[in-house]
């Protein structure tokens, strides 16, 4: 995730209770010889991990290594991969890029691990990632959604990335809603607001949509655009995308919407989960947000049985960042078994590039820059709470 939507799930997880523990994951002894070429021999194959386990982030990385500890548990009691136990080595990166690279460094030194799970953030993932390609060693981030974050190397993700949102939004709007006429409105001064409109606003073009109106705001921190907002009601749009944060979509956008009269849609991005409700929760029907897991999704088999396994596991309900850390170990392990019995970490790189993978956070292919082109969960508010809609698959 980026920056901001870091710490804005951080929040989100304090106050739901759907952080596990706090307590942080160090590793052990590593070697100091480089690995790049070497096979994973022996009867174990060990993963290491990089994760956010202190700080003010820690409730992401905590989640991402729940959802790594129980994949890891299940393969193992299912005969492990190619017949050798896995092995968890687990880093505490803090938060801090500095201390996220010297983790991997001595993750890549150790000649045993074979593939990175992590790290955690945005900031974390970027100043792994010219790592992972100087030491030819793996690295699968569960979470890390910024486009800027150089990958299609040896860096690969789990999640997609915050451009996507922005296509699948104009495909929603397109296809399932069948709506016409659509309007924008972006922070200019923050690239996950203005990127993602901008991805929103040239899928829209290219699908036939009427983009009526398209308004702005110097920053994503804003708490007033009712002058915007006229002008899109004016406009006649239909549906309103308007990426910005739960703290700014909720308390503000979407009331001063209704309050100039536009009883259209609104759609944003992952940043609206736990959006901030005004006491009138009538005003959020008709909207709606992407995302990449929901407990609620019926239409993918997975999620129920990885529901029911964390639950028992951790005694408690699994969050979208243990969602998607469980697909990344599976991401992992399959390319491991494609890649052979001693497989080299090129061998694994290989066998993760252009791979198609089903889990419970969708079915994609990952493209040329390493991140999937996948299916995308959409929520709706309903009675101010957010529920499932459909997912959206890629096209």
Same mark, same amino acid.
Request: aromatic content about 8%; hydrophobic content about 35%.
């Given at each position: 995730?980026? &920056?901001?939507?870091?710490?804005?799930?951080?929040?989100?997880?304090?106050?739901?209770?759907?952080?596990?523990?706090?307590?942080?994951?160090?590793?052990?002894?590593?070697?100091?010889?480089?690995?790049?070429?070497?096979?994973?021999?022996?009867?174990?194959?060990?993963?290491?991990?990089?994760?956010?386990?202190?700080?003010?982030?820690?409730?992401?990385?905590?989640?991402?290594?729940?959802?790594?500890?129980?994949?890891?548990?299940?393969?193992?009691?299912?005969?492990?991969?190619?017949?050798?136990?896995?092995?968890?080595?687990?880093?505490?990166?803090?938060?801090?890029?500095?201390?996220?690279?010297?983790?991997?460094?001595?993750?890549?030194?150790?000649?045993?691990?074979?593939?990175?799970?992590?790290?955690?953030?945005?900031?974390?993932?970027?100043?792994?990632?010219?790592?992972?390609?100087?030491?030819?060693?793996?690295?699968?981030?569960?979470?890390?959604?910024?486009?800027?974050?150089?990958?299609?190397?040896?860096?690969?993700?789990?999640?997609?990335?915050?451009?996507?949102?922005?296509?699948?939004?104009?495909?929603?709007?397109?296809?399932?809603?069948?709506?016409?006429?659509?309007?924008?409105? /972006?922070?200019?001064?923050?690239?996950?607001?203005?990127?993602?409109?901008?991805?929103?606003?040239?899928?829209?073009?290219?699908?036939?949509?009427?983009?009526?109106?398209?308004?702005?705001?110097?920053?994503?921190?804003?708490?007033?655009?009712?002058?915007?907002?006229?002008?899109?009601?004016?406009?006649?749009?239909?549906?309103?995308?308007?990426?910005? /944060?739960?703290?700014?979509?909720?308390? /503000?956008?979407?009331?001063?919407?209704?309050?100039?009269?536009?009883?259209?849609?609104?759609?944003?991005?992952?940043?609206?989960?736990?959006?901030?409700?005004?006491?009138?929760?009538?005003?959020?029907?008709?909207?709606?947000? &992407?995302?990449?897991?929901?407990?609620?999704?019926?239409?993918?088999?997975?999620?129920?049985?990885?529901?029911?396994?964390?639950?028992?596991?951790?005694?408690?309900?699994?969050?979208?960042?243990?969602?998607?850390?469980?697909?990344?170990?599976?991401?992992?392990?399959?390319?491991?078994?494609?890649?052979?019995?001693?497989?080299?970490?090129?061998?694994?790189?290989?066998?993760?590039?252009?791979?198609?993978?089903?889990?419970?956070?969708?079915?994609?292919?990952?493209?040329?820059?390493?991140?999937?082109?996948?299916s995308v969960i959409v929520l709706e508010m309903k009675d101010g709470k957010p529920?499932?809609?459909?997912?959206?698959?890629?096209?």
């Open positions: 995730m980026n &920056t901001r939507f870091t710490a804005k799930f951080v929040t989100i997880c304090a106050a739901t209770g759907l952080a596990v523990s706090l307590a942080g994951c160090s590793g052990g002894s590593l070697s100091e010889n480089s690995g790049s070429d070497s096979a994973a021999q022996g009867n174990t194959i060990t993963l290491g991990s990089i994760t956010t386990n202190s700080g003010t982030a820690a409730a992401y990385g905590e989640a991402e290594v729940a959802g790594f500890k129980l994949a890891i548990s299940e393969i193992n009691k299912a005969g492990g991969i190619n017949g050798k136990k896995v092995k968890l080595e687990s880093m505490d990166d803090k938060g801090d890029p500095t201390e996220s690279s010297n983790a991997f460094n001595k993750l890549s030194g150790d000649d045993s691990v074979l593939a990175v799970l992590g790290p955690t953030i945005s900031a974390t993932t970027a100043a792994v990632a010219p790592l992972a390609d100087q030491s030819k060693l793996v690295a699968i981030a569960p979470a890390a959604t910024a486009d800027s974050i150089e990958s299609g190397n040896y860096l690969f993700r789990a999640c997609f990335k915050d451009s996507y949102q922005g296509e699948i939004a104009a495909r929603f709007a397109a296809k399932t809603l069948k709506v016409k006429k659509v309007a924008v409105l /972006y922070g200019t001064g923050d690239p996950y607001s203005s990127g993602t409109a901008e991805s929103f606003m040239k899928e829209a073009k290219q699908l036939g949509l009427d983009v009526v109106d398209q308004e702005s705001s110097s920053s994503a921190d804003d708490t007033e655009y009712s002058s915007q907002l006229q002008k899109i009601q004016a406009s006649g749009a239909e549906f309103l995308y308007a990426p910005y /944060y739960y703290s700014i979509a909720g308390p /503000y956008i979407i009331p001063q919407a209704r309050s100039v009269g536009f009883n259209g849609v609104v759609m944003g991005p992952d940043g609206y989960d736990g959006l901030k409700l005004t006491d009138n929760v009538s005003l959020y029907n008709k909207v709606y947000y &992407t995302t990449h897991y929901s407990p609620d999704d019926k239409e993918n088999s997975k999620v129920a049985d990885f529901i029911k396994s964390f639950r028992s596991e951790n005694k408690s309900d699994p969050n979208t960042f243990s969602a998607l850390s469980y697909d990344t170990v599976y991401m992992a392990k399959q390319a491991i078994e494609k890649a052979g019995k001693n497989p080299t970490r090129e061998q694994v790189r290989k066998a993760l590039a252009g791979s198609k993978f089903d889990g419970v956070t969708g079915s994609f292919t990952l493209d040329k820059t390493g991140s999937p082109k996948k529920v499932f809609n459909s997912t959206v698959k890629p096209a």
